[in-house]
């Protein structure tokens, strides 16, 4: 599914993108529990997420979260902004609450990490 | 594990800094990507230089990661100043966590940090001196 379905499918605002909304994710994570992000996804993730603070930009970049979603309309501060634009990672913001936000993803088909096999997310020369 | 080494650098970490918490995992999966190394590699190093780093700010006054690549794998010494572990094997449980309100707030302290770290390394050790501090040593075979 690409970035620009996302957008659509949950009515999102584009806070930053570095390139265009072409680029894919493979599987969706909706968590706000960071150490579970760490845990528990693949690389080229949707991280769907109601925290807002510098560690969920961090965090993406470690764990190789494909774009960020914020969740309940939780407006970023202007440092997760700037780290995120820093690091290039794609920042979409839905006023939909976690669980609405995942379900009309998951309806849509974009699976769960648990569910996408693990060379799926290898993909795409990564 | 010996082997040639090819790139060694140590880095300070401070206890208490949560804006530059981050800073350094974010350096070595830089100096990683340069060096050539596997993604898949780079993803389990980093993600857990990340889990001993914001150990350290959370729970330590100060510490250091030295990461050391040779060909055949990767090397990450955390050594830390701080209160130190009193039982590793409680620590070591998934779930189990002595983080303060503030950590969780952050979207930590669900008690998978040090099991993560294991996961993501091919060999782990731990070592601590309460009152003193912890060292882990973390092989990731590339």
Not at chain 2, 66 to 84: A, C, M, N, R
Not at chain 2, 97 to 107: D, F, L, V, Y
Not at chain 2, 113 to 130: A, C, R, T
């Given at each position: 599914m690409t970035l620009q379905e996302v957008k659509e499918i949950l009515n999102a605002q584009v806070i930053?993108?570095?390139?265009?909304?072409q680029v894919e994710v493979k599987m969706a994570c909706g968590c706000d529990l960071m150490s579970d992000v760490l845990a528990f996804t693949k690389e080229d993730s949707l991280l769907l997420t109601g925290l807002t603070n510098l560690q969920v930009v961090r965090t993406a970049e470690m764990a190789n979260v494909k774009a960020l979603v914020f969740v309940r309309g939780k407006e970023p501060d202007r440092e997760t902004i700037a780290l995120a634009m820093e690091k290039k990672i794609p920042v979409m913001l839905t006023d939909l609450p976690m669980y609405e936000a995942c379900g009309r993803l998951y309806n849509r088909g974009l699976p769960g990490c648990s569910e996408a096999e693990e060379g799926s997310c290898l993909v795409n020369g990564r | 594990m010996g082997g040639e080494q090819c790139y060694q650098e140590t880095f300070q970490i401070s206890g208490g800094?949560?804006?530059?918490?981050g800073e350094v995992s974010s350096k070595v999966k830089k100096i990683l990507q340069e060096l050539g190394v596997a993604n898949k590699v780079i993803r389990r190093a980093t993600i857990a230089t990340y889990e001993a780093e914001m150990n350290i700010v959370w729970y330590a006054r100060q510490g250091t990661l030295t990461l050391s690549v040779t060909p055949e794998k990767l090397h990450i010494k955390v050594i830390d100043e701080g209160?130190?572990?009193?039982?590793i094997e409680l620590a070591m449980k998934e779930g189990y966590s002595t983080a303060s309100p503030e950590i969780r707030e952050m979207g930590?302290?669900?008690?998978?940090g040090l099991p993560n770290i294991k996961k993501n390394s091919d060999e782990f050790h731990i070592q601590s001196v309460v009152g003193q501090g912890t060292v882990l040593d973390i092989y990731i075979l590339r």
């Amino acid at each position: 599914m690409t970035l620009q379905e996302v957008k659509e499918i949950l009515n999102a605002q584009v806070i930053f993108v570095p390139r265009d909304l072409q680029v894919e994710v493979k599987m969706a994570c909706g968590c706000d529990l960071m150490s579970d992000v760490l845990a528990f996804t693949k690389e080229d993730s949707l991280l769907l997420t109601g925290l807002t603070n510098l560690q969920v930009v961090r965090t993406a970049e470690m764990a190789n979260v494909k774009a960020l979603v914020f969740v309940r309309g939780k407006e970023p501060d202007r440092e997760t902004i700037a780290l995120a634009m820093e690091k290039k990672i794609p920042v979409m913001l839905t006023d939909l609450p976690m669980y609405e936000a995942c379900g009309r993803l998951y309806n849509r088909g974009l699976p769960g990490c648990s569910e996408a096999e693990e060379g799926s997310c290898l993909v795409n020369g990564r | 594990m010996g082997g040639e080494q090819c790139y060694q650098e140590t880095f300070q970490i401070s206890g208490g800094d949560f804006t530059n918490a981050g800073e350094v995992s974010s350096k070595v999966k830089k100096i990683l990507q340069e060096l050539g190394v596997a993604n898949k590699v780079i993803r389990r190093a980093t993600i857990a230089t990340y889990e001993a780093e914001m150990n350290i700010v959370w729970y330590a006054r100060q510490g250091t990661l030295t990461l050391s690549v040779t060909p055949e794998k990767l090397h990450i010494k955390v050594i830390d100043e701080g209160e130190g572990i009193a039982d590793i094997e409680l620590a070591m449980k998934e779930g189990y966590s002595t983080a303060s309100p503030e950590i969780r707030e952050m979207g930590f302290g669900a008690g998978m940090g040090l099991p993560n770290i294991k996961k993501n390394s091919d060999e782990f050790h731990i070592q601590s001196v309460v009152g003193q501090g912890t060292v882990l040593d973390i092989y990731i075979l590339r």
